[in-house]
């Protein structure tokens, strides 16, 4: 049988790719791995360990280990005290109370004027101007009866302060060292022990963590950007912890047991509204029936996602959408483009480097393509996306938001108030005054049912203007290796500390 130059090629890529995924794994299985560090991975490294600067998922989700804030997230999505041992909260003045007894890693001990330093450092924030300094906008003043209380009093009344207080933005770190060198300290169950470029993060035990220490004594992040590695190094034993990719079919594994995460998070291509055409609902909401999203979830992910109807997920506790989903009509599409004299205008598609998104990117554009549009596909690395998409240069984008709070606002006001359009979030560039005035609305009322209305009706508002193509809510799928005896999941990427997680006493891996 004779084989084409092109699909020669593609083989030789695969079985290079292979070859090296192989030499990897055999480097790793050089010299031990601690037997007492839980060995996981990221694909990419953290941009900052800062949470001035904590815009994205896997800072986040690092952080989580390395800093407290006054409230967490815990594994049902509900909101707990962190640093707070008491509080009171009325709507506009919130009054804590510190544990006694926390220490920062280097030993100092938290007072309520670190809790000051912290978020008045974001909130008042100039040159740099802290990318997430509208969660703490709200706040008037900031006062320390003592070391151990801390009063916030807000402008105006907010049911959700809480929840903000217990995002990366708001963790707790040292004052004093700061001042001193710019040193970021927090008081988190872990402290960054290493951290190299492109390799791995090693994070140590911190000893004197107030709820008692960690029942493993450091967490390894590697930093592996392809899931066939990962996959390899999972099966290797180098690593306790893997992420099934979206497009893979799980299989038995008697060496692993598979987990479902509830995951707060919703996928969609924003659409500028910015730029013309696309500043015309009625393109856009063709767009949105140009797209046959049960077709790519049945050839990609078996089915395993959920259909958006808006931005809100559905599975968030106390909302359920009042908004009309776009059906598959490409029909219908692509008449509406033809009316608009747009057959045949060429947009272009911005995605981040990644197969399975790369996949996804290929069935939207056959099916833009049959409405009438020439879409081309445009890969980039996180970080010239992400500068392309702030400041609107692009037509459309493939995102996903996951939730830094379980409400129905992180879902609107950060992705959908006018004063949020580029770094707040709103990357749509989307405005709609009766929008932004339902949100201000949303986050005075502390009525709870009121605010699940309100949150509603603005989610009927934004659906019909259509600023996005909404794909699909999403979850997550994991696999824990053999040595892992206790792992507790969380539906947040900055819920889980890390400090539940235990390892078999006599469980070894090798690297």
Not at 163 to 169: D, F, K, M
Not at 420 to 433: E, P, S, T
């Amino acid at each position: 049988m004779t084989t084409s130059p092109k699909r020669s090629a593609a083989r030789l890529v695969r079985i290079a790719r292979l070859c090296c995924i192989a030499l990897a794994c055999a480097a790793a299985c050089r010299g031990e791995r601690p037997t007492d560090h839980f060995n996981t991975y990221i694909q990419s490294d953290p941009a900052r360990l800062d949470p001035f600067y904590s815009t994205d998922v896997v800072s986040g989700r690092v952080m989580a280990h390395l800093f407290n804030g006054l409230f967490k997230i815990s594994s049902n999505g509900s909101l707990e005290r962190d640093l707070a041992a008491t509080h009171r909260f009325d709507g506009t003045r919130l009054e804590a109370t510190l544990h006694d007894g926390v220490r920062f890693h280097d030993g100092t001990a938290l007072t309520a004027a670190d809790v000051a330093y912290s978020l008045d450092r974001v909130r008042l924030s100039e040159n740099p101007t802290s990318p997430r300094r509208w969660l703490f906008a709200n706040i008037a003043r900031i006062a320390t009866p003592d070391e151990r209380r801390i009063v916030i009093t807000l402008r105006e009344p907010s049911a959700s302060f809480p929840h903000l207080l217990a995002t990366p933005t708001a963790y707790i770190i040292s004052a004093a060292a700061h001042r001193r060198d710019g040193s970021v300290v927090g008081t988190g169950p872990f402290a960054l022990r290493e951290w190299r470029q492109d390799e791995r993060l090693v994070l140590a035990r911190h000893e004197r963590y107030f709820e008692g220490p960690a029942r493993v004594s450091g967490i390894v992040y590697r930093i592996i950007p392809e899931d066939l590695t990962a996959r390899f190094e999972f099966l290797n034993g180098t690593l306790d912890y893997f992420e099934v990719p979206y497009l893979a079919r799980v299989r038995h594994d008697a060496q692993a047991r598979t987990i479902d995460v509830p995951e707060y998070s919703v996928h969609y291509i924003a659409i500028n509204n910015a730029r013309p055409p696309l500043d015309n609902p009625a393109l856009r909401a063709a767009l949105n029936r140009a797209v046959d999203r049960r077709r790519i979830m049945r050839a990609l992910f078996d089915n395993r996602f959920t259909l958006a109807a808006g931005p809100v997920p559905n599975t968030l506790a106390g909302h359920r959408s009042a908004a009309r989903p776009y059906d598959y009509d490409p029909v219908a599409a692509r008449a509406a483009i033809a009316s608009l004299g747009l057959s045949g205008h060429r947009i272009t598609l911005f995605i981040k480097s990644d197969h399975q998104v790369s996949l996804i990117a290929q069935m939207v554009q056959r099916d833009l393509a049959a409405a009438g549009l020439a879409v081309s596909i445009r890969e980039m690395e996180w970080s010239a996306l992400k500068a392309a998409t702030l400041n609107g240069a692009y037509d459309l984008c493939y995102f996903t938001w996951h939730a830094d709070y379980p409400d129905a606002e992180n879902f609107l006001y950060p992705l959908f108030y006018s004063k949020n359009i580029g770094q707040g979030g709103n990357r749509a560039f989307y405005r709609n005054v009766s929008v932004d005035r339902l949100l201000d609305e949303a986050r005075r009322t502390m009525d709870a049912g009121k605010r699940i209305d309100i949150h509603r009706r603005a989610e009927q508002l934004i659906v019909s203007d259509a600023p996005w193509i909404f794909l699909w809510y999403g979850d997550k799928r994991v696999m824990l290796g053999r040595r892992v005896r206790s792992f507790v999941p969380y539906p947040l990427y900055n819920g889980m500390k890390g400090h539940e997680i235990e390892l078999e006493p006599d469980g070894r891996t090798t690297r």
